[in-house]
């Protein structure tokens, strides 16, 4: 590979994480763009240049050995939610604020994983041992990469333990979540529409909190409750 394609290579890598990280984050292109002055046309660019390099590496039709059988579904609007508009997908499953659309083209092992429950889009950040959380502000425009480094150069931790780090921005309404996955980061991103976390201020740098606390922070509580019963380690019965 000449130094040309490693260069092209790196930046699909580049877009698409950027693309990933605007989908995953829950708000409009126009909006993710402008908190992360990105012109909306060059992030369409970025998109267009990724989802052409996606279909030149997909397999020609001609190399399966076995036929595609299409199945015709009628298209209905019964059973639809008000607001909801008509898709030419031929599955449309809801789970949560997340909608899943499939077309007579996904495989059949796309669908076996789904049906199963082994379809996680998101990862499974619960797994985590412990919960670190950025004392400050962190500037909500770095991604994964630019957030490990913190973990690892401002923290001294390994952002490849089995710990879920918590970043909040400036102004408080966002936050973003960094985990370890094992063959990969997962990188989480919520921006309140009403409301403010209230994240600690003290001089340390990272703090390790509980998975009480971490429900406390999600709730707009402070992560230090005087009044809350905390748990005692005791050794010696009087």
Known sequence: MNTREVTNQYRLNKWTEIVR???SSGQTV?????????NPKTYYYWLK???TAAYEALPSLSSHTSPIVPVNVPVSTAGMAPGD????SDIIIRMGTVTLEIRNQASATLIEKIHSGHFNMFGDVSKAEKIY???GYTDMRKSIDGLAAIVQQNFQLNPFQNSLFLFCGRQRNRMKALYWEGDGFVLLYKRLEDGRYQRPMNAEAVRSITSQEFRWLLEGLSIDQPKAVK???MTVCL
């Open 49 to 51: 240049r990724v989802r």
């Open 231 to 233: 748990n005692l380690n």
């Open 21 to 23: 990280e605007c989908r």
């Open 133 to 135: 959380i950025a004392c």
């Open 30 to 38: 126009a909006s993710w763009c402008a908190d992360h002055e990105i």
């Open 85 to 88: 508009v008509a898709s030419s």
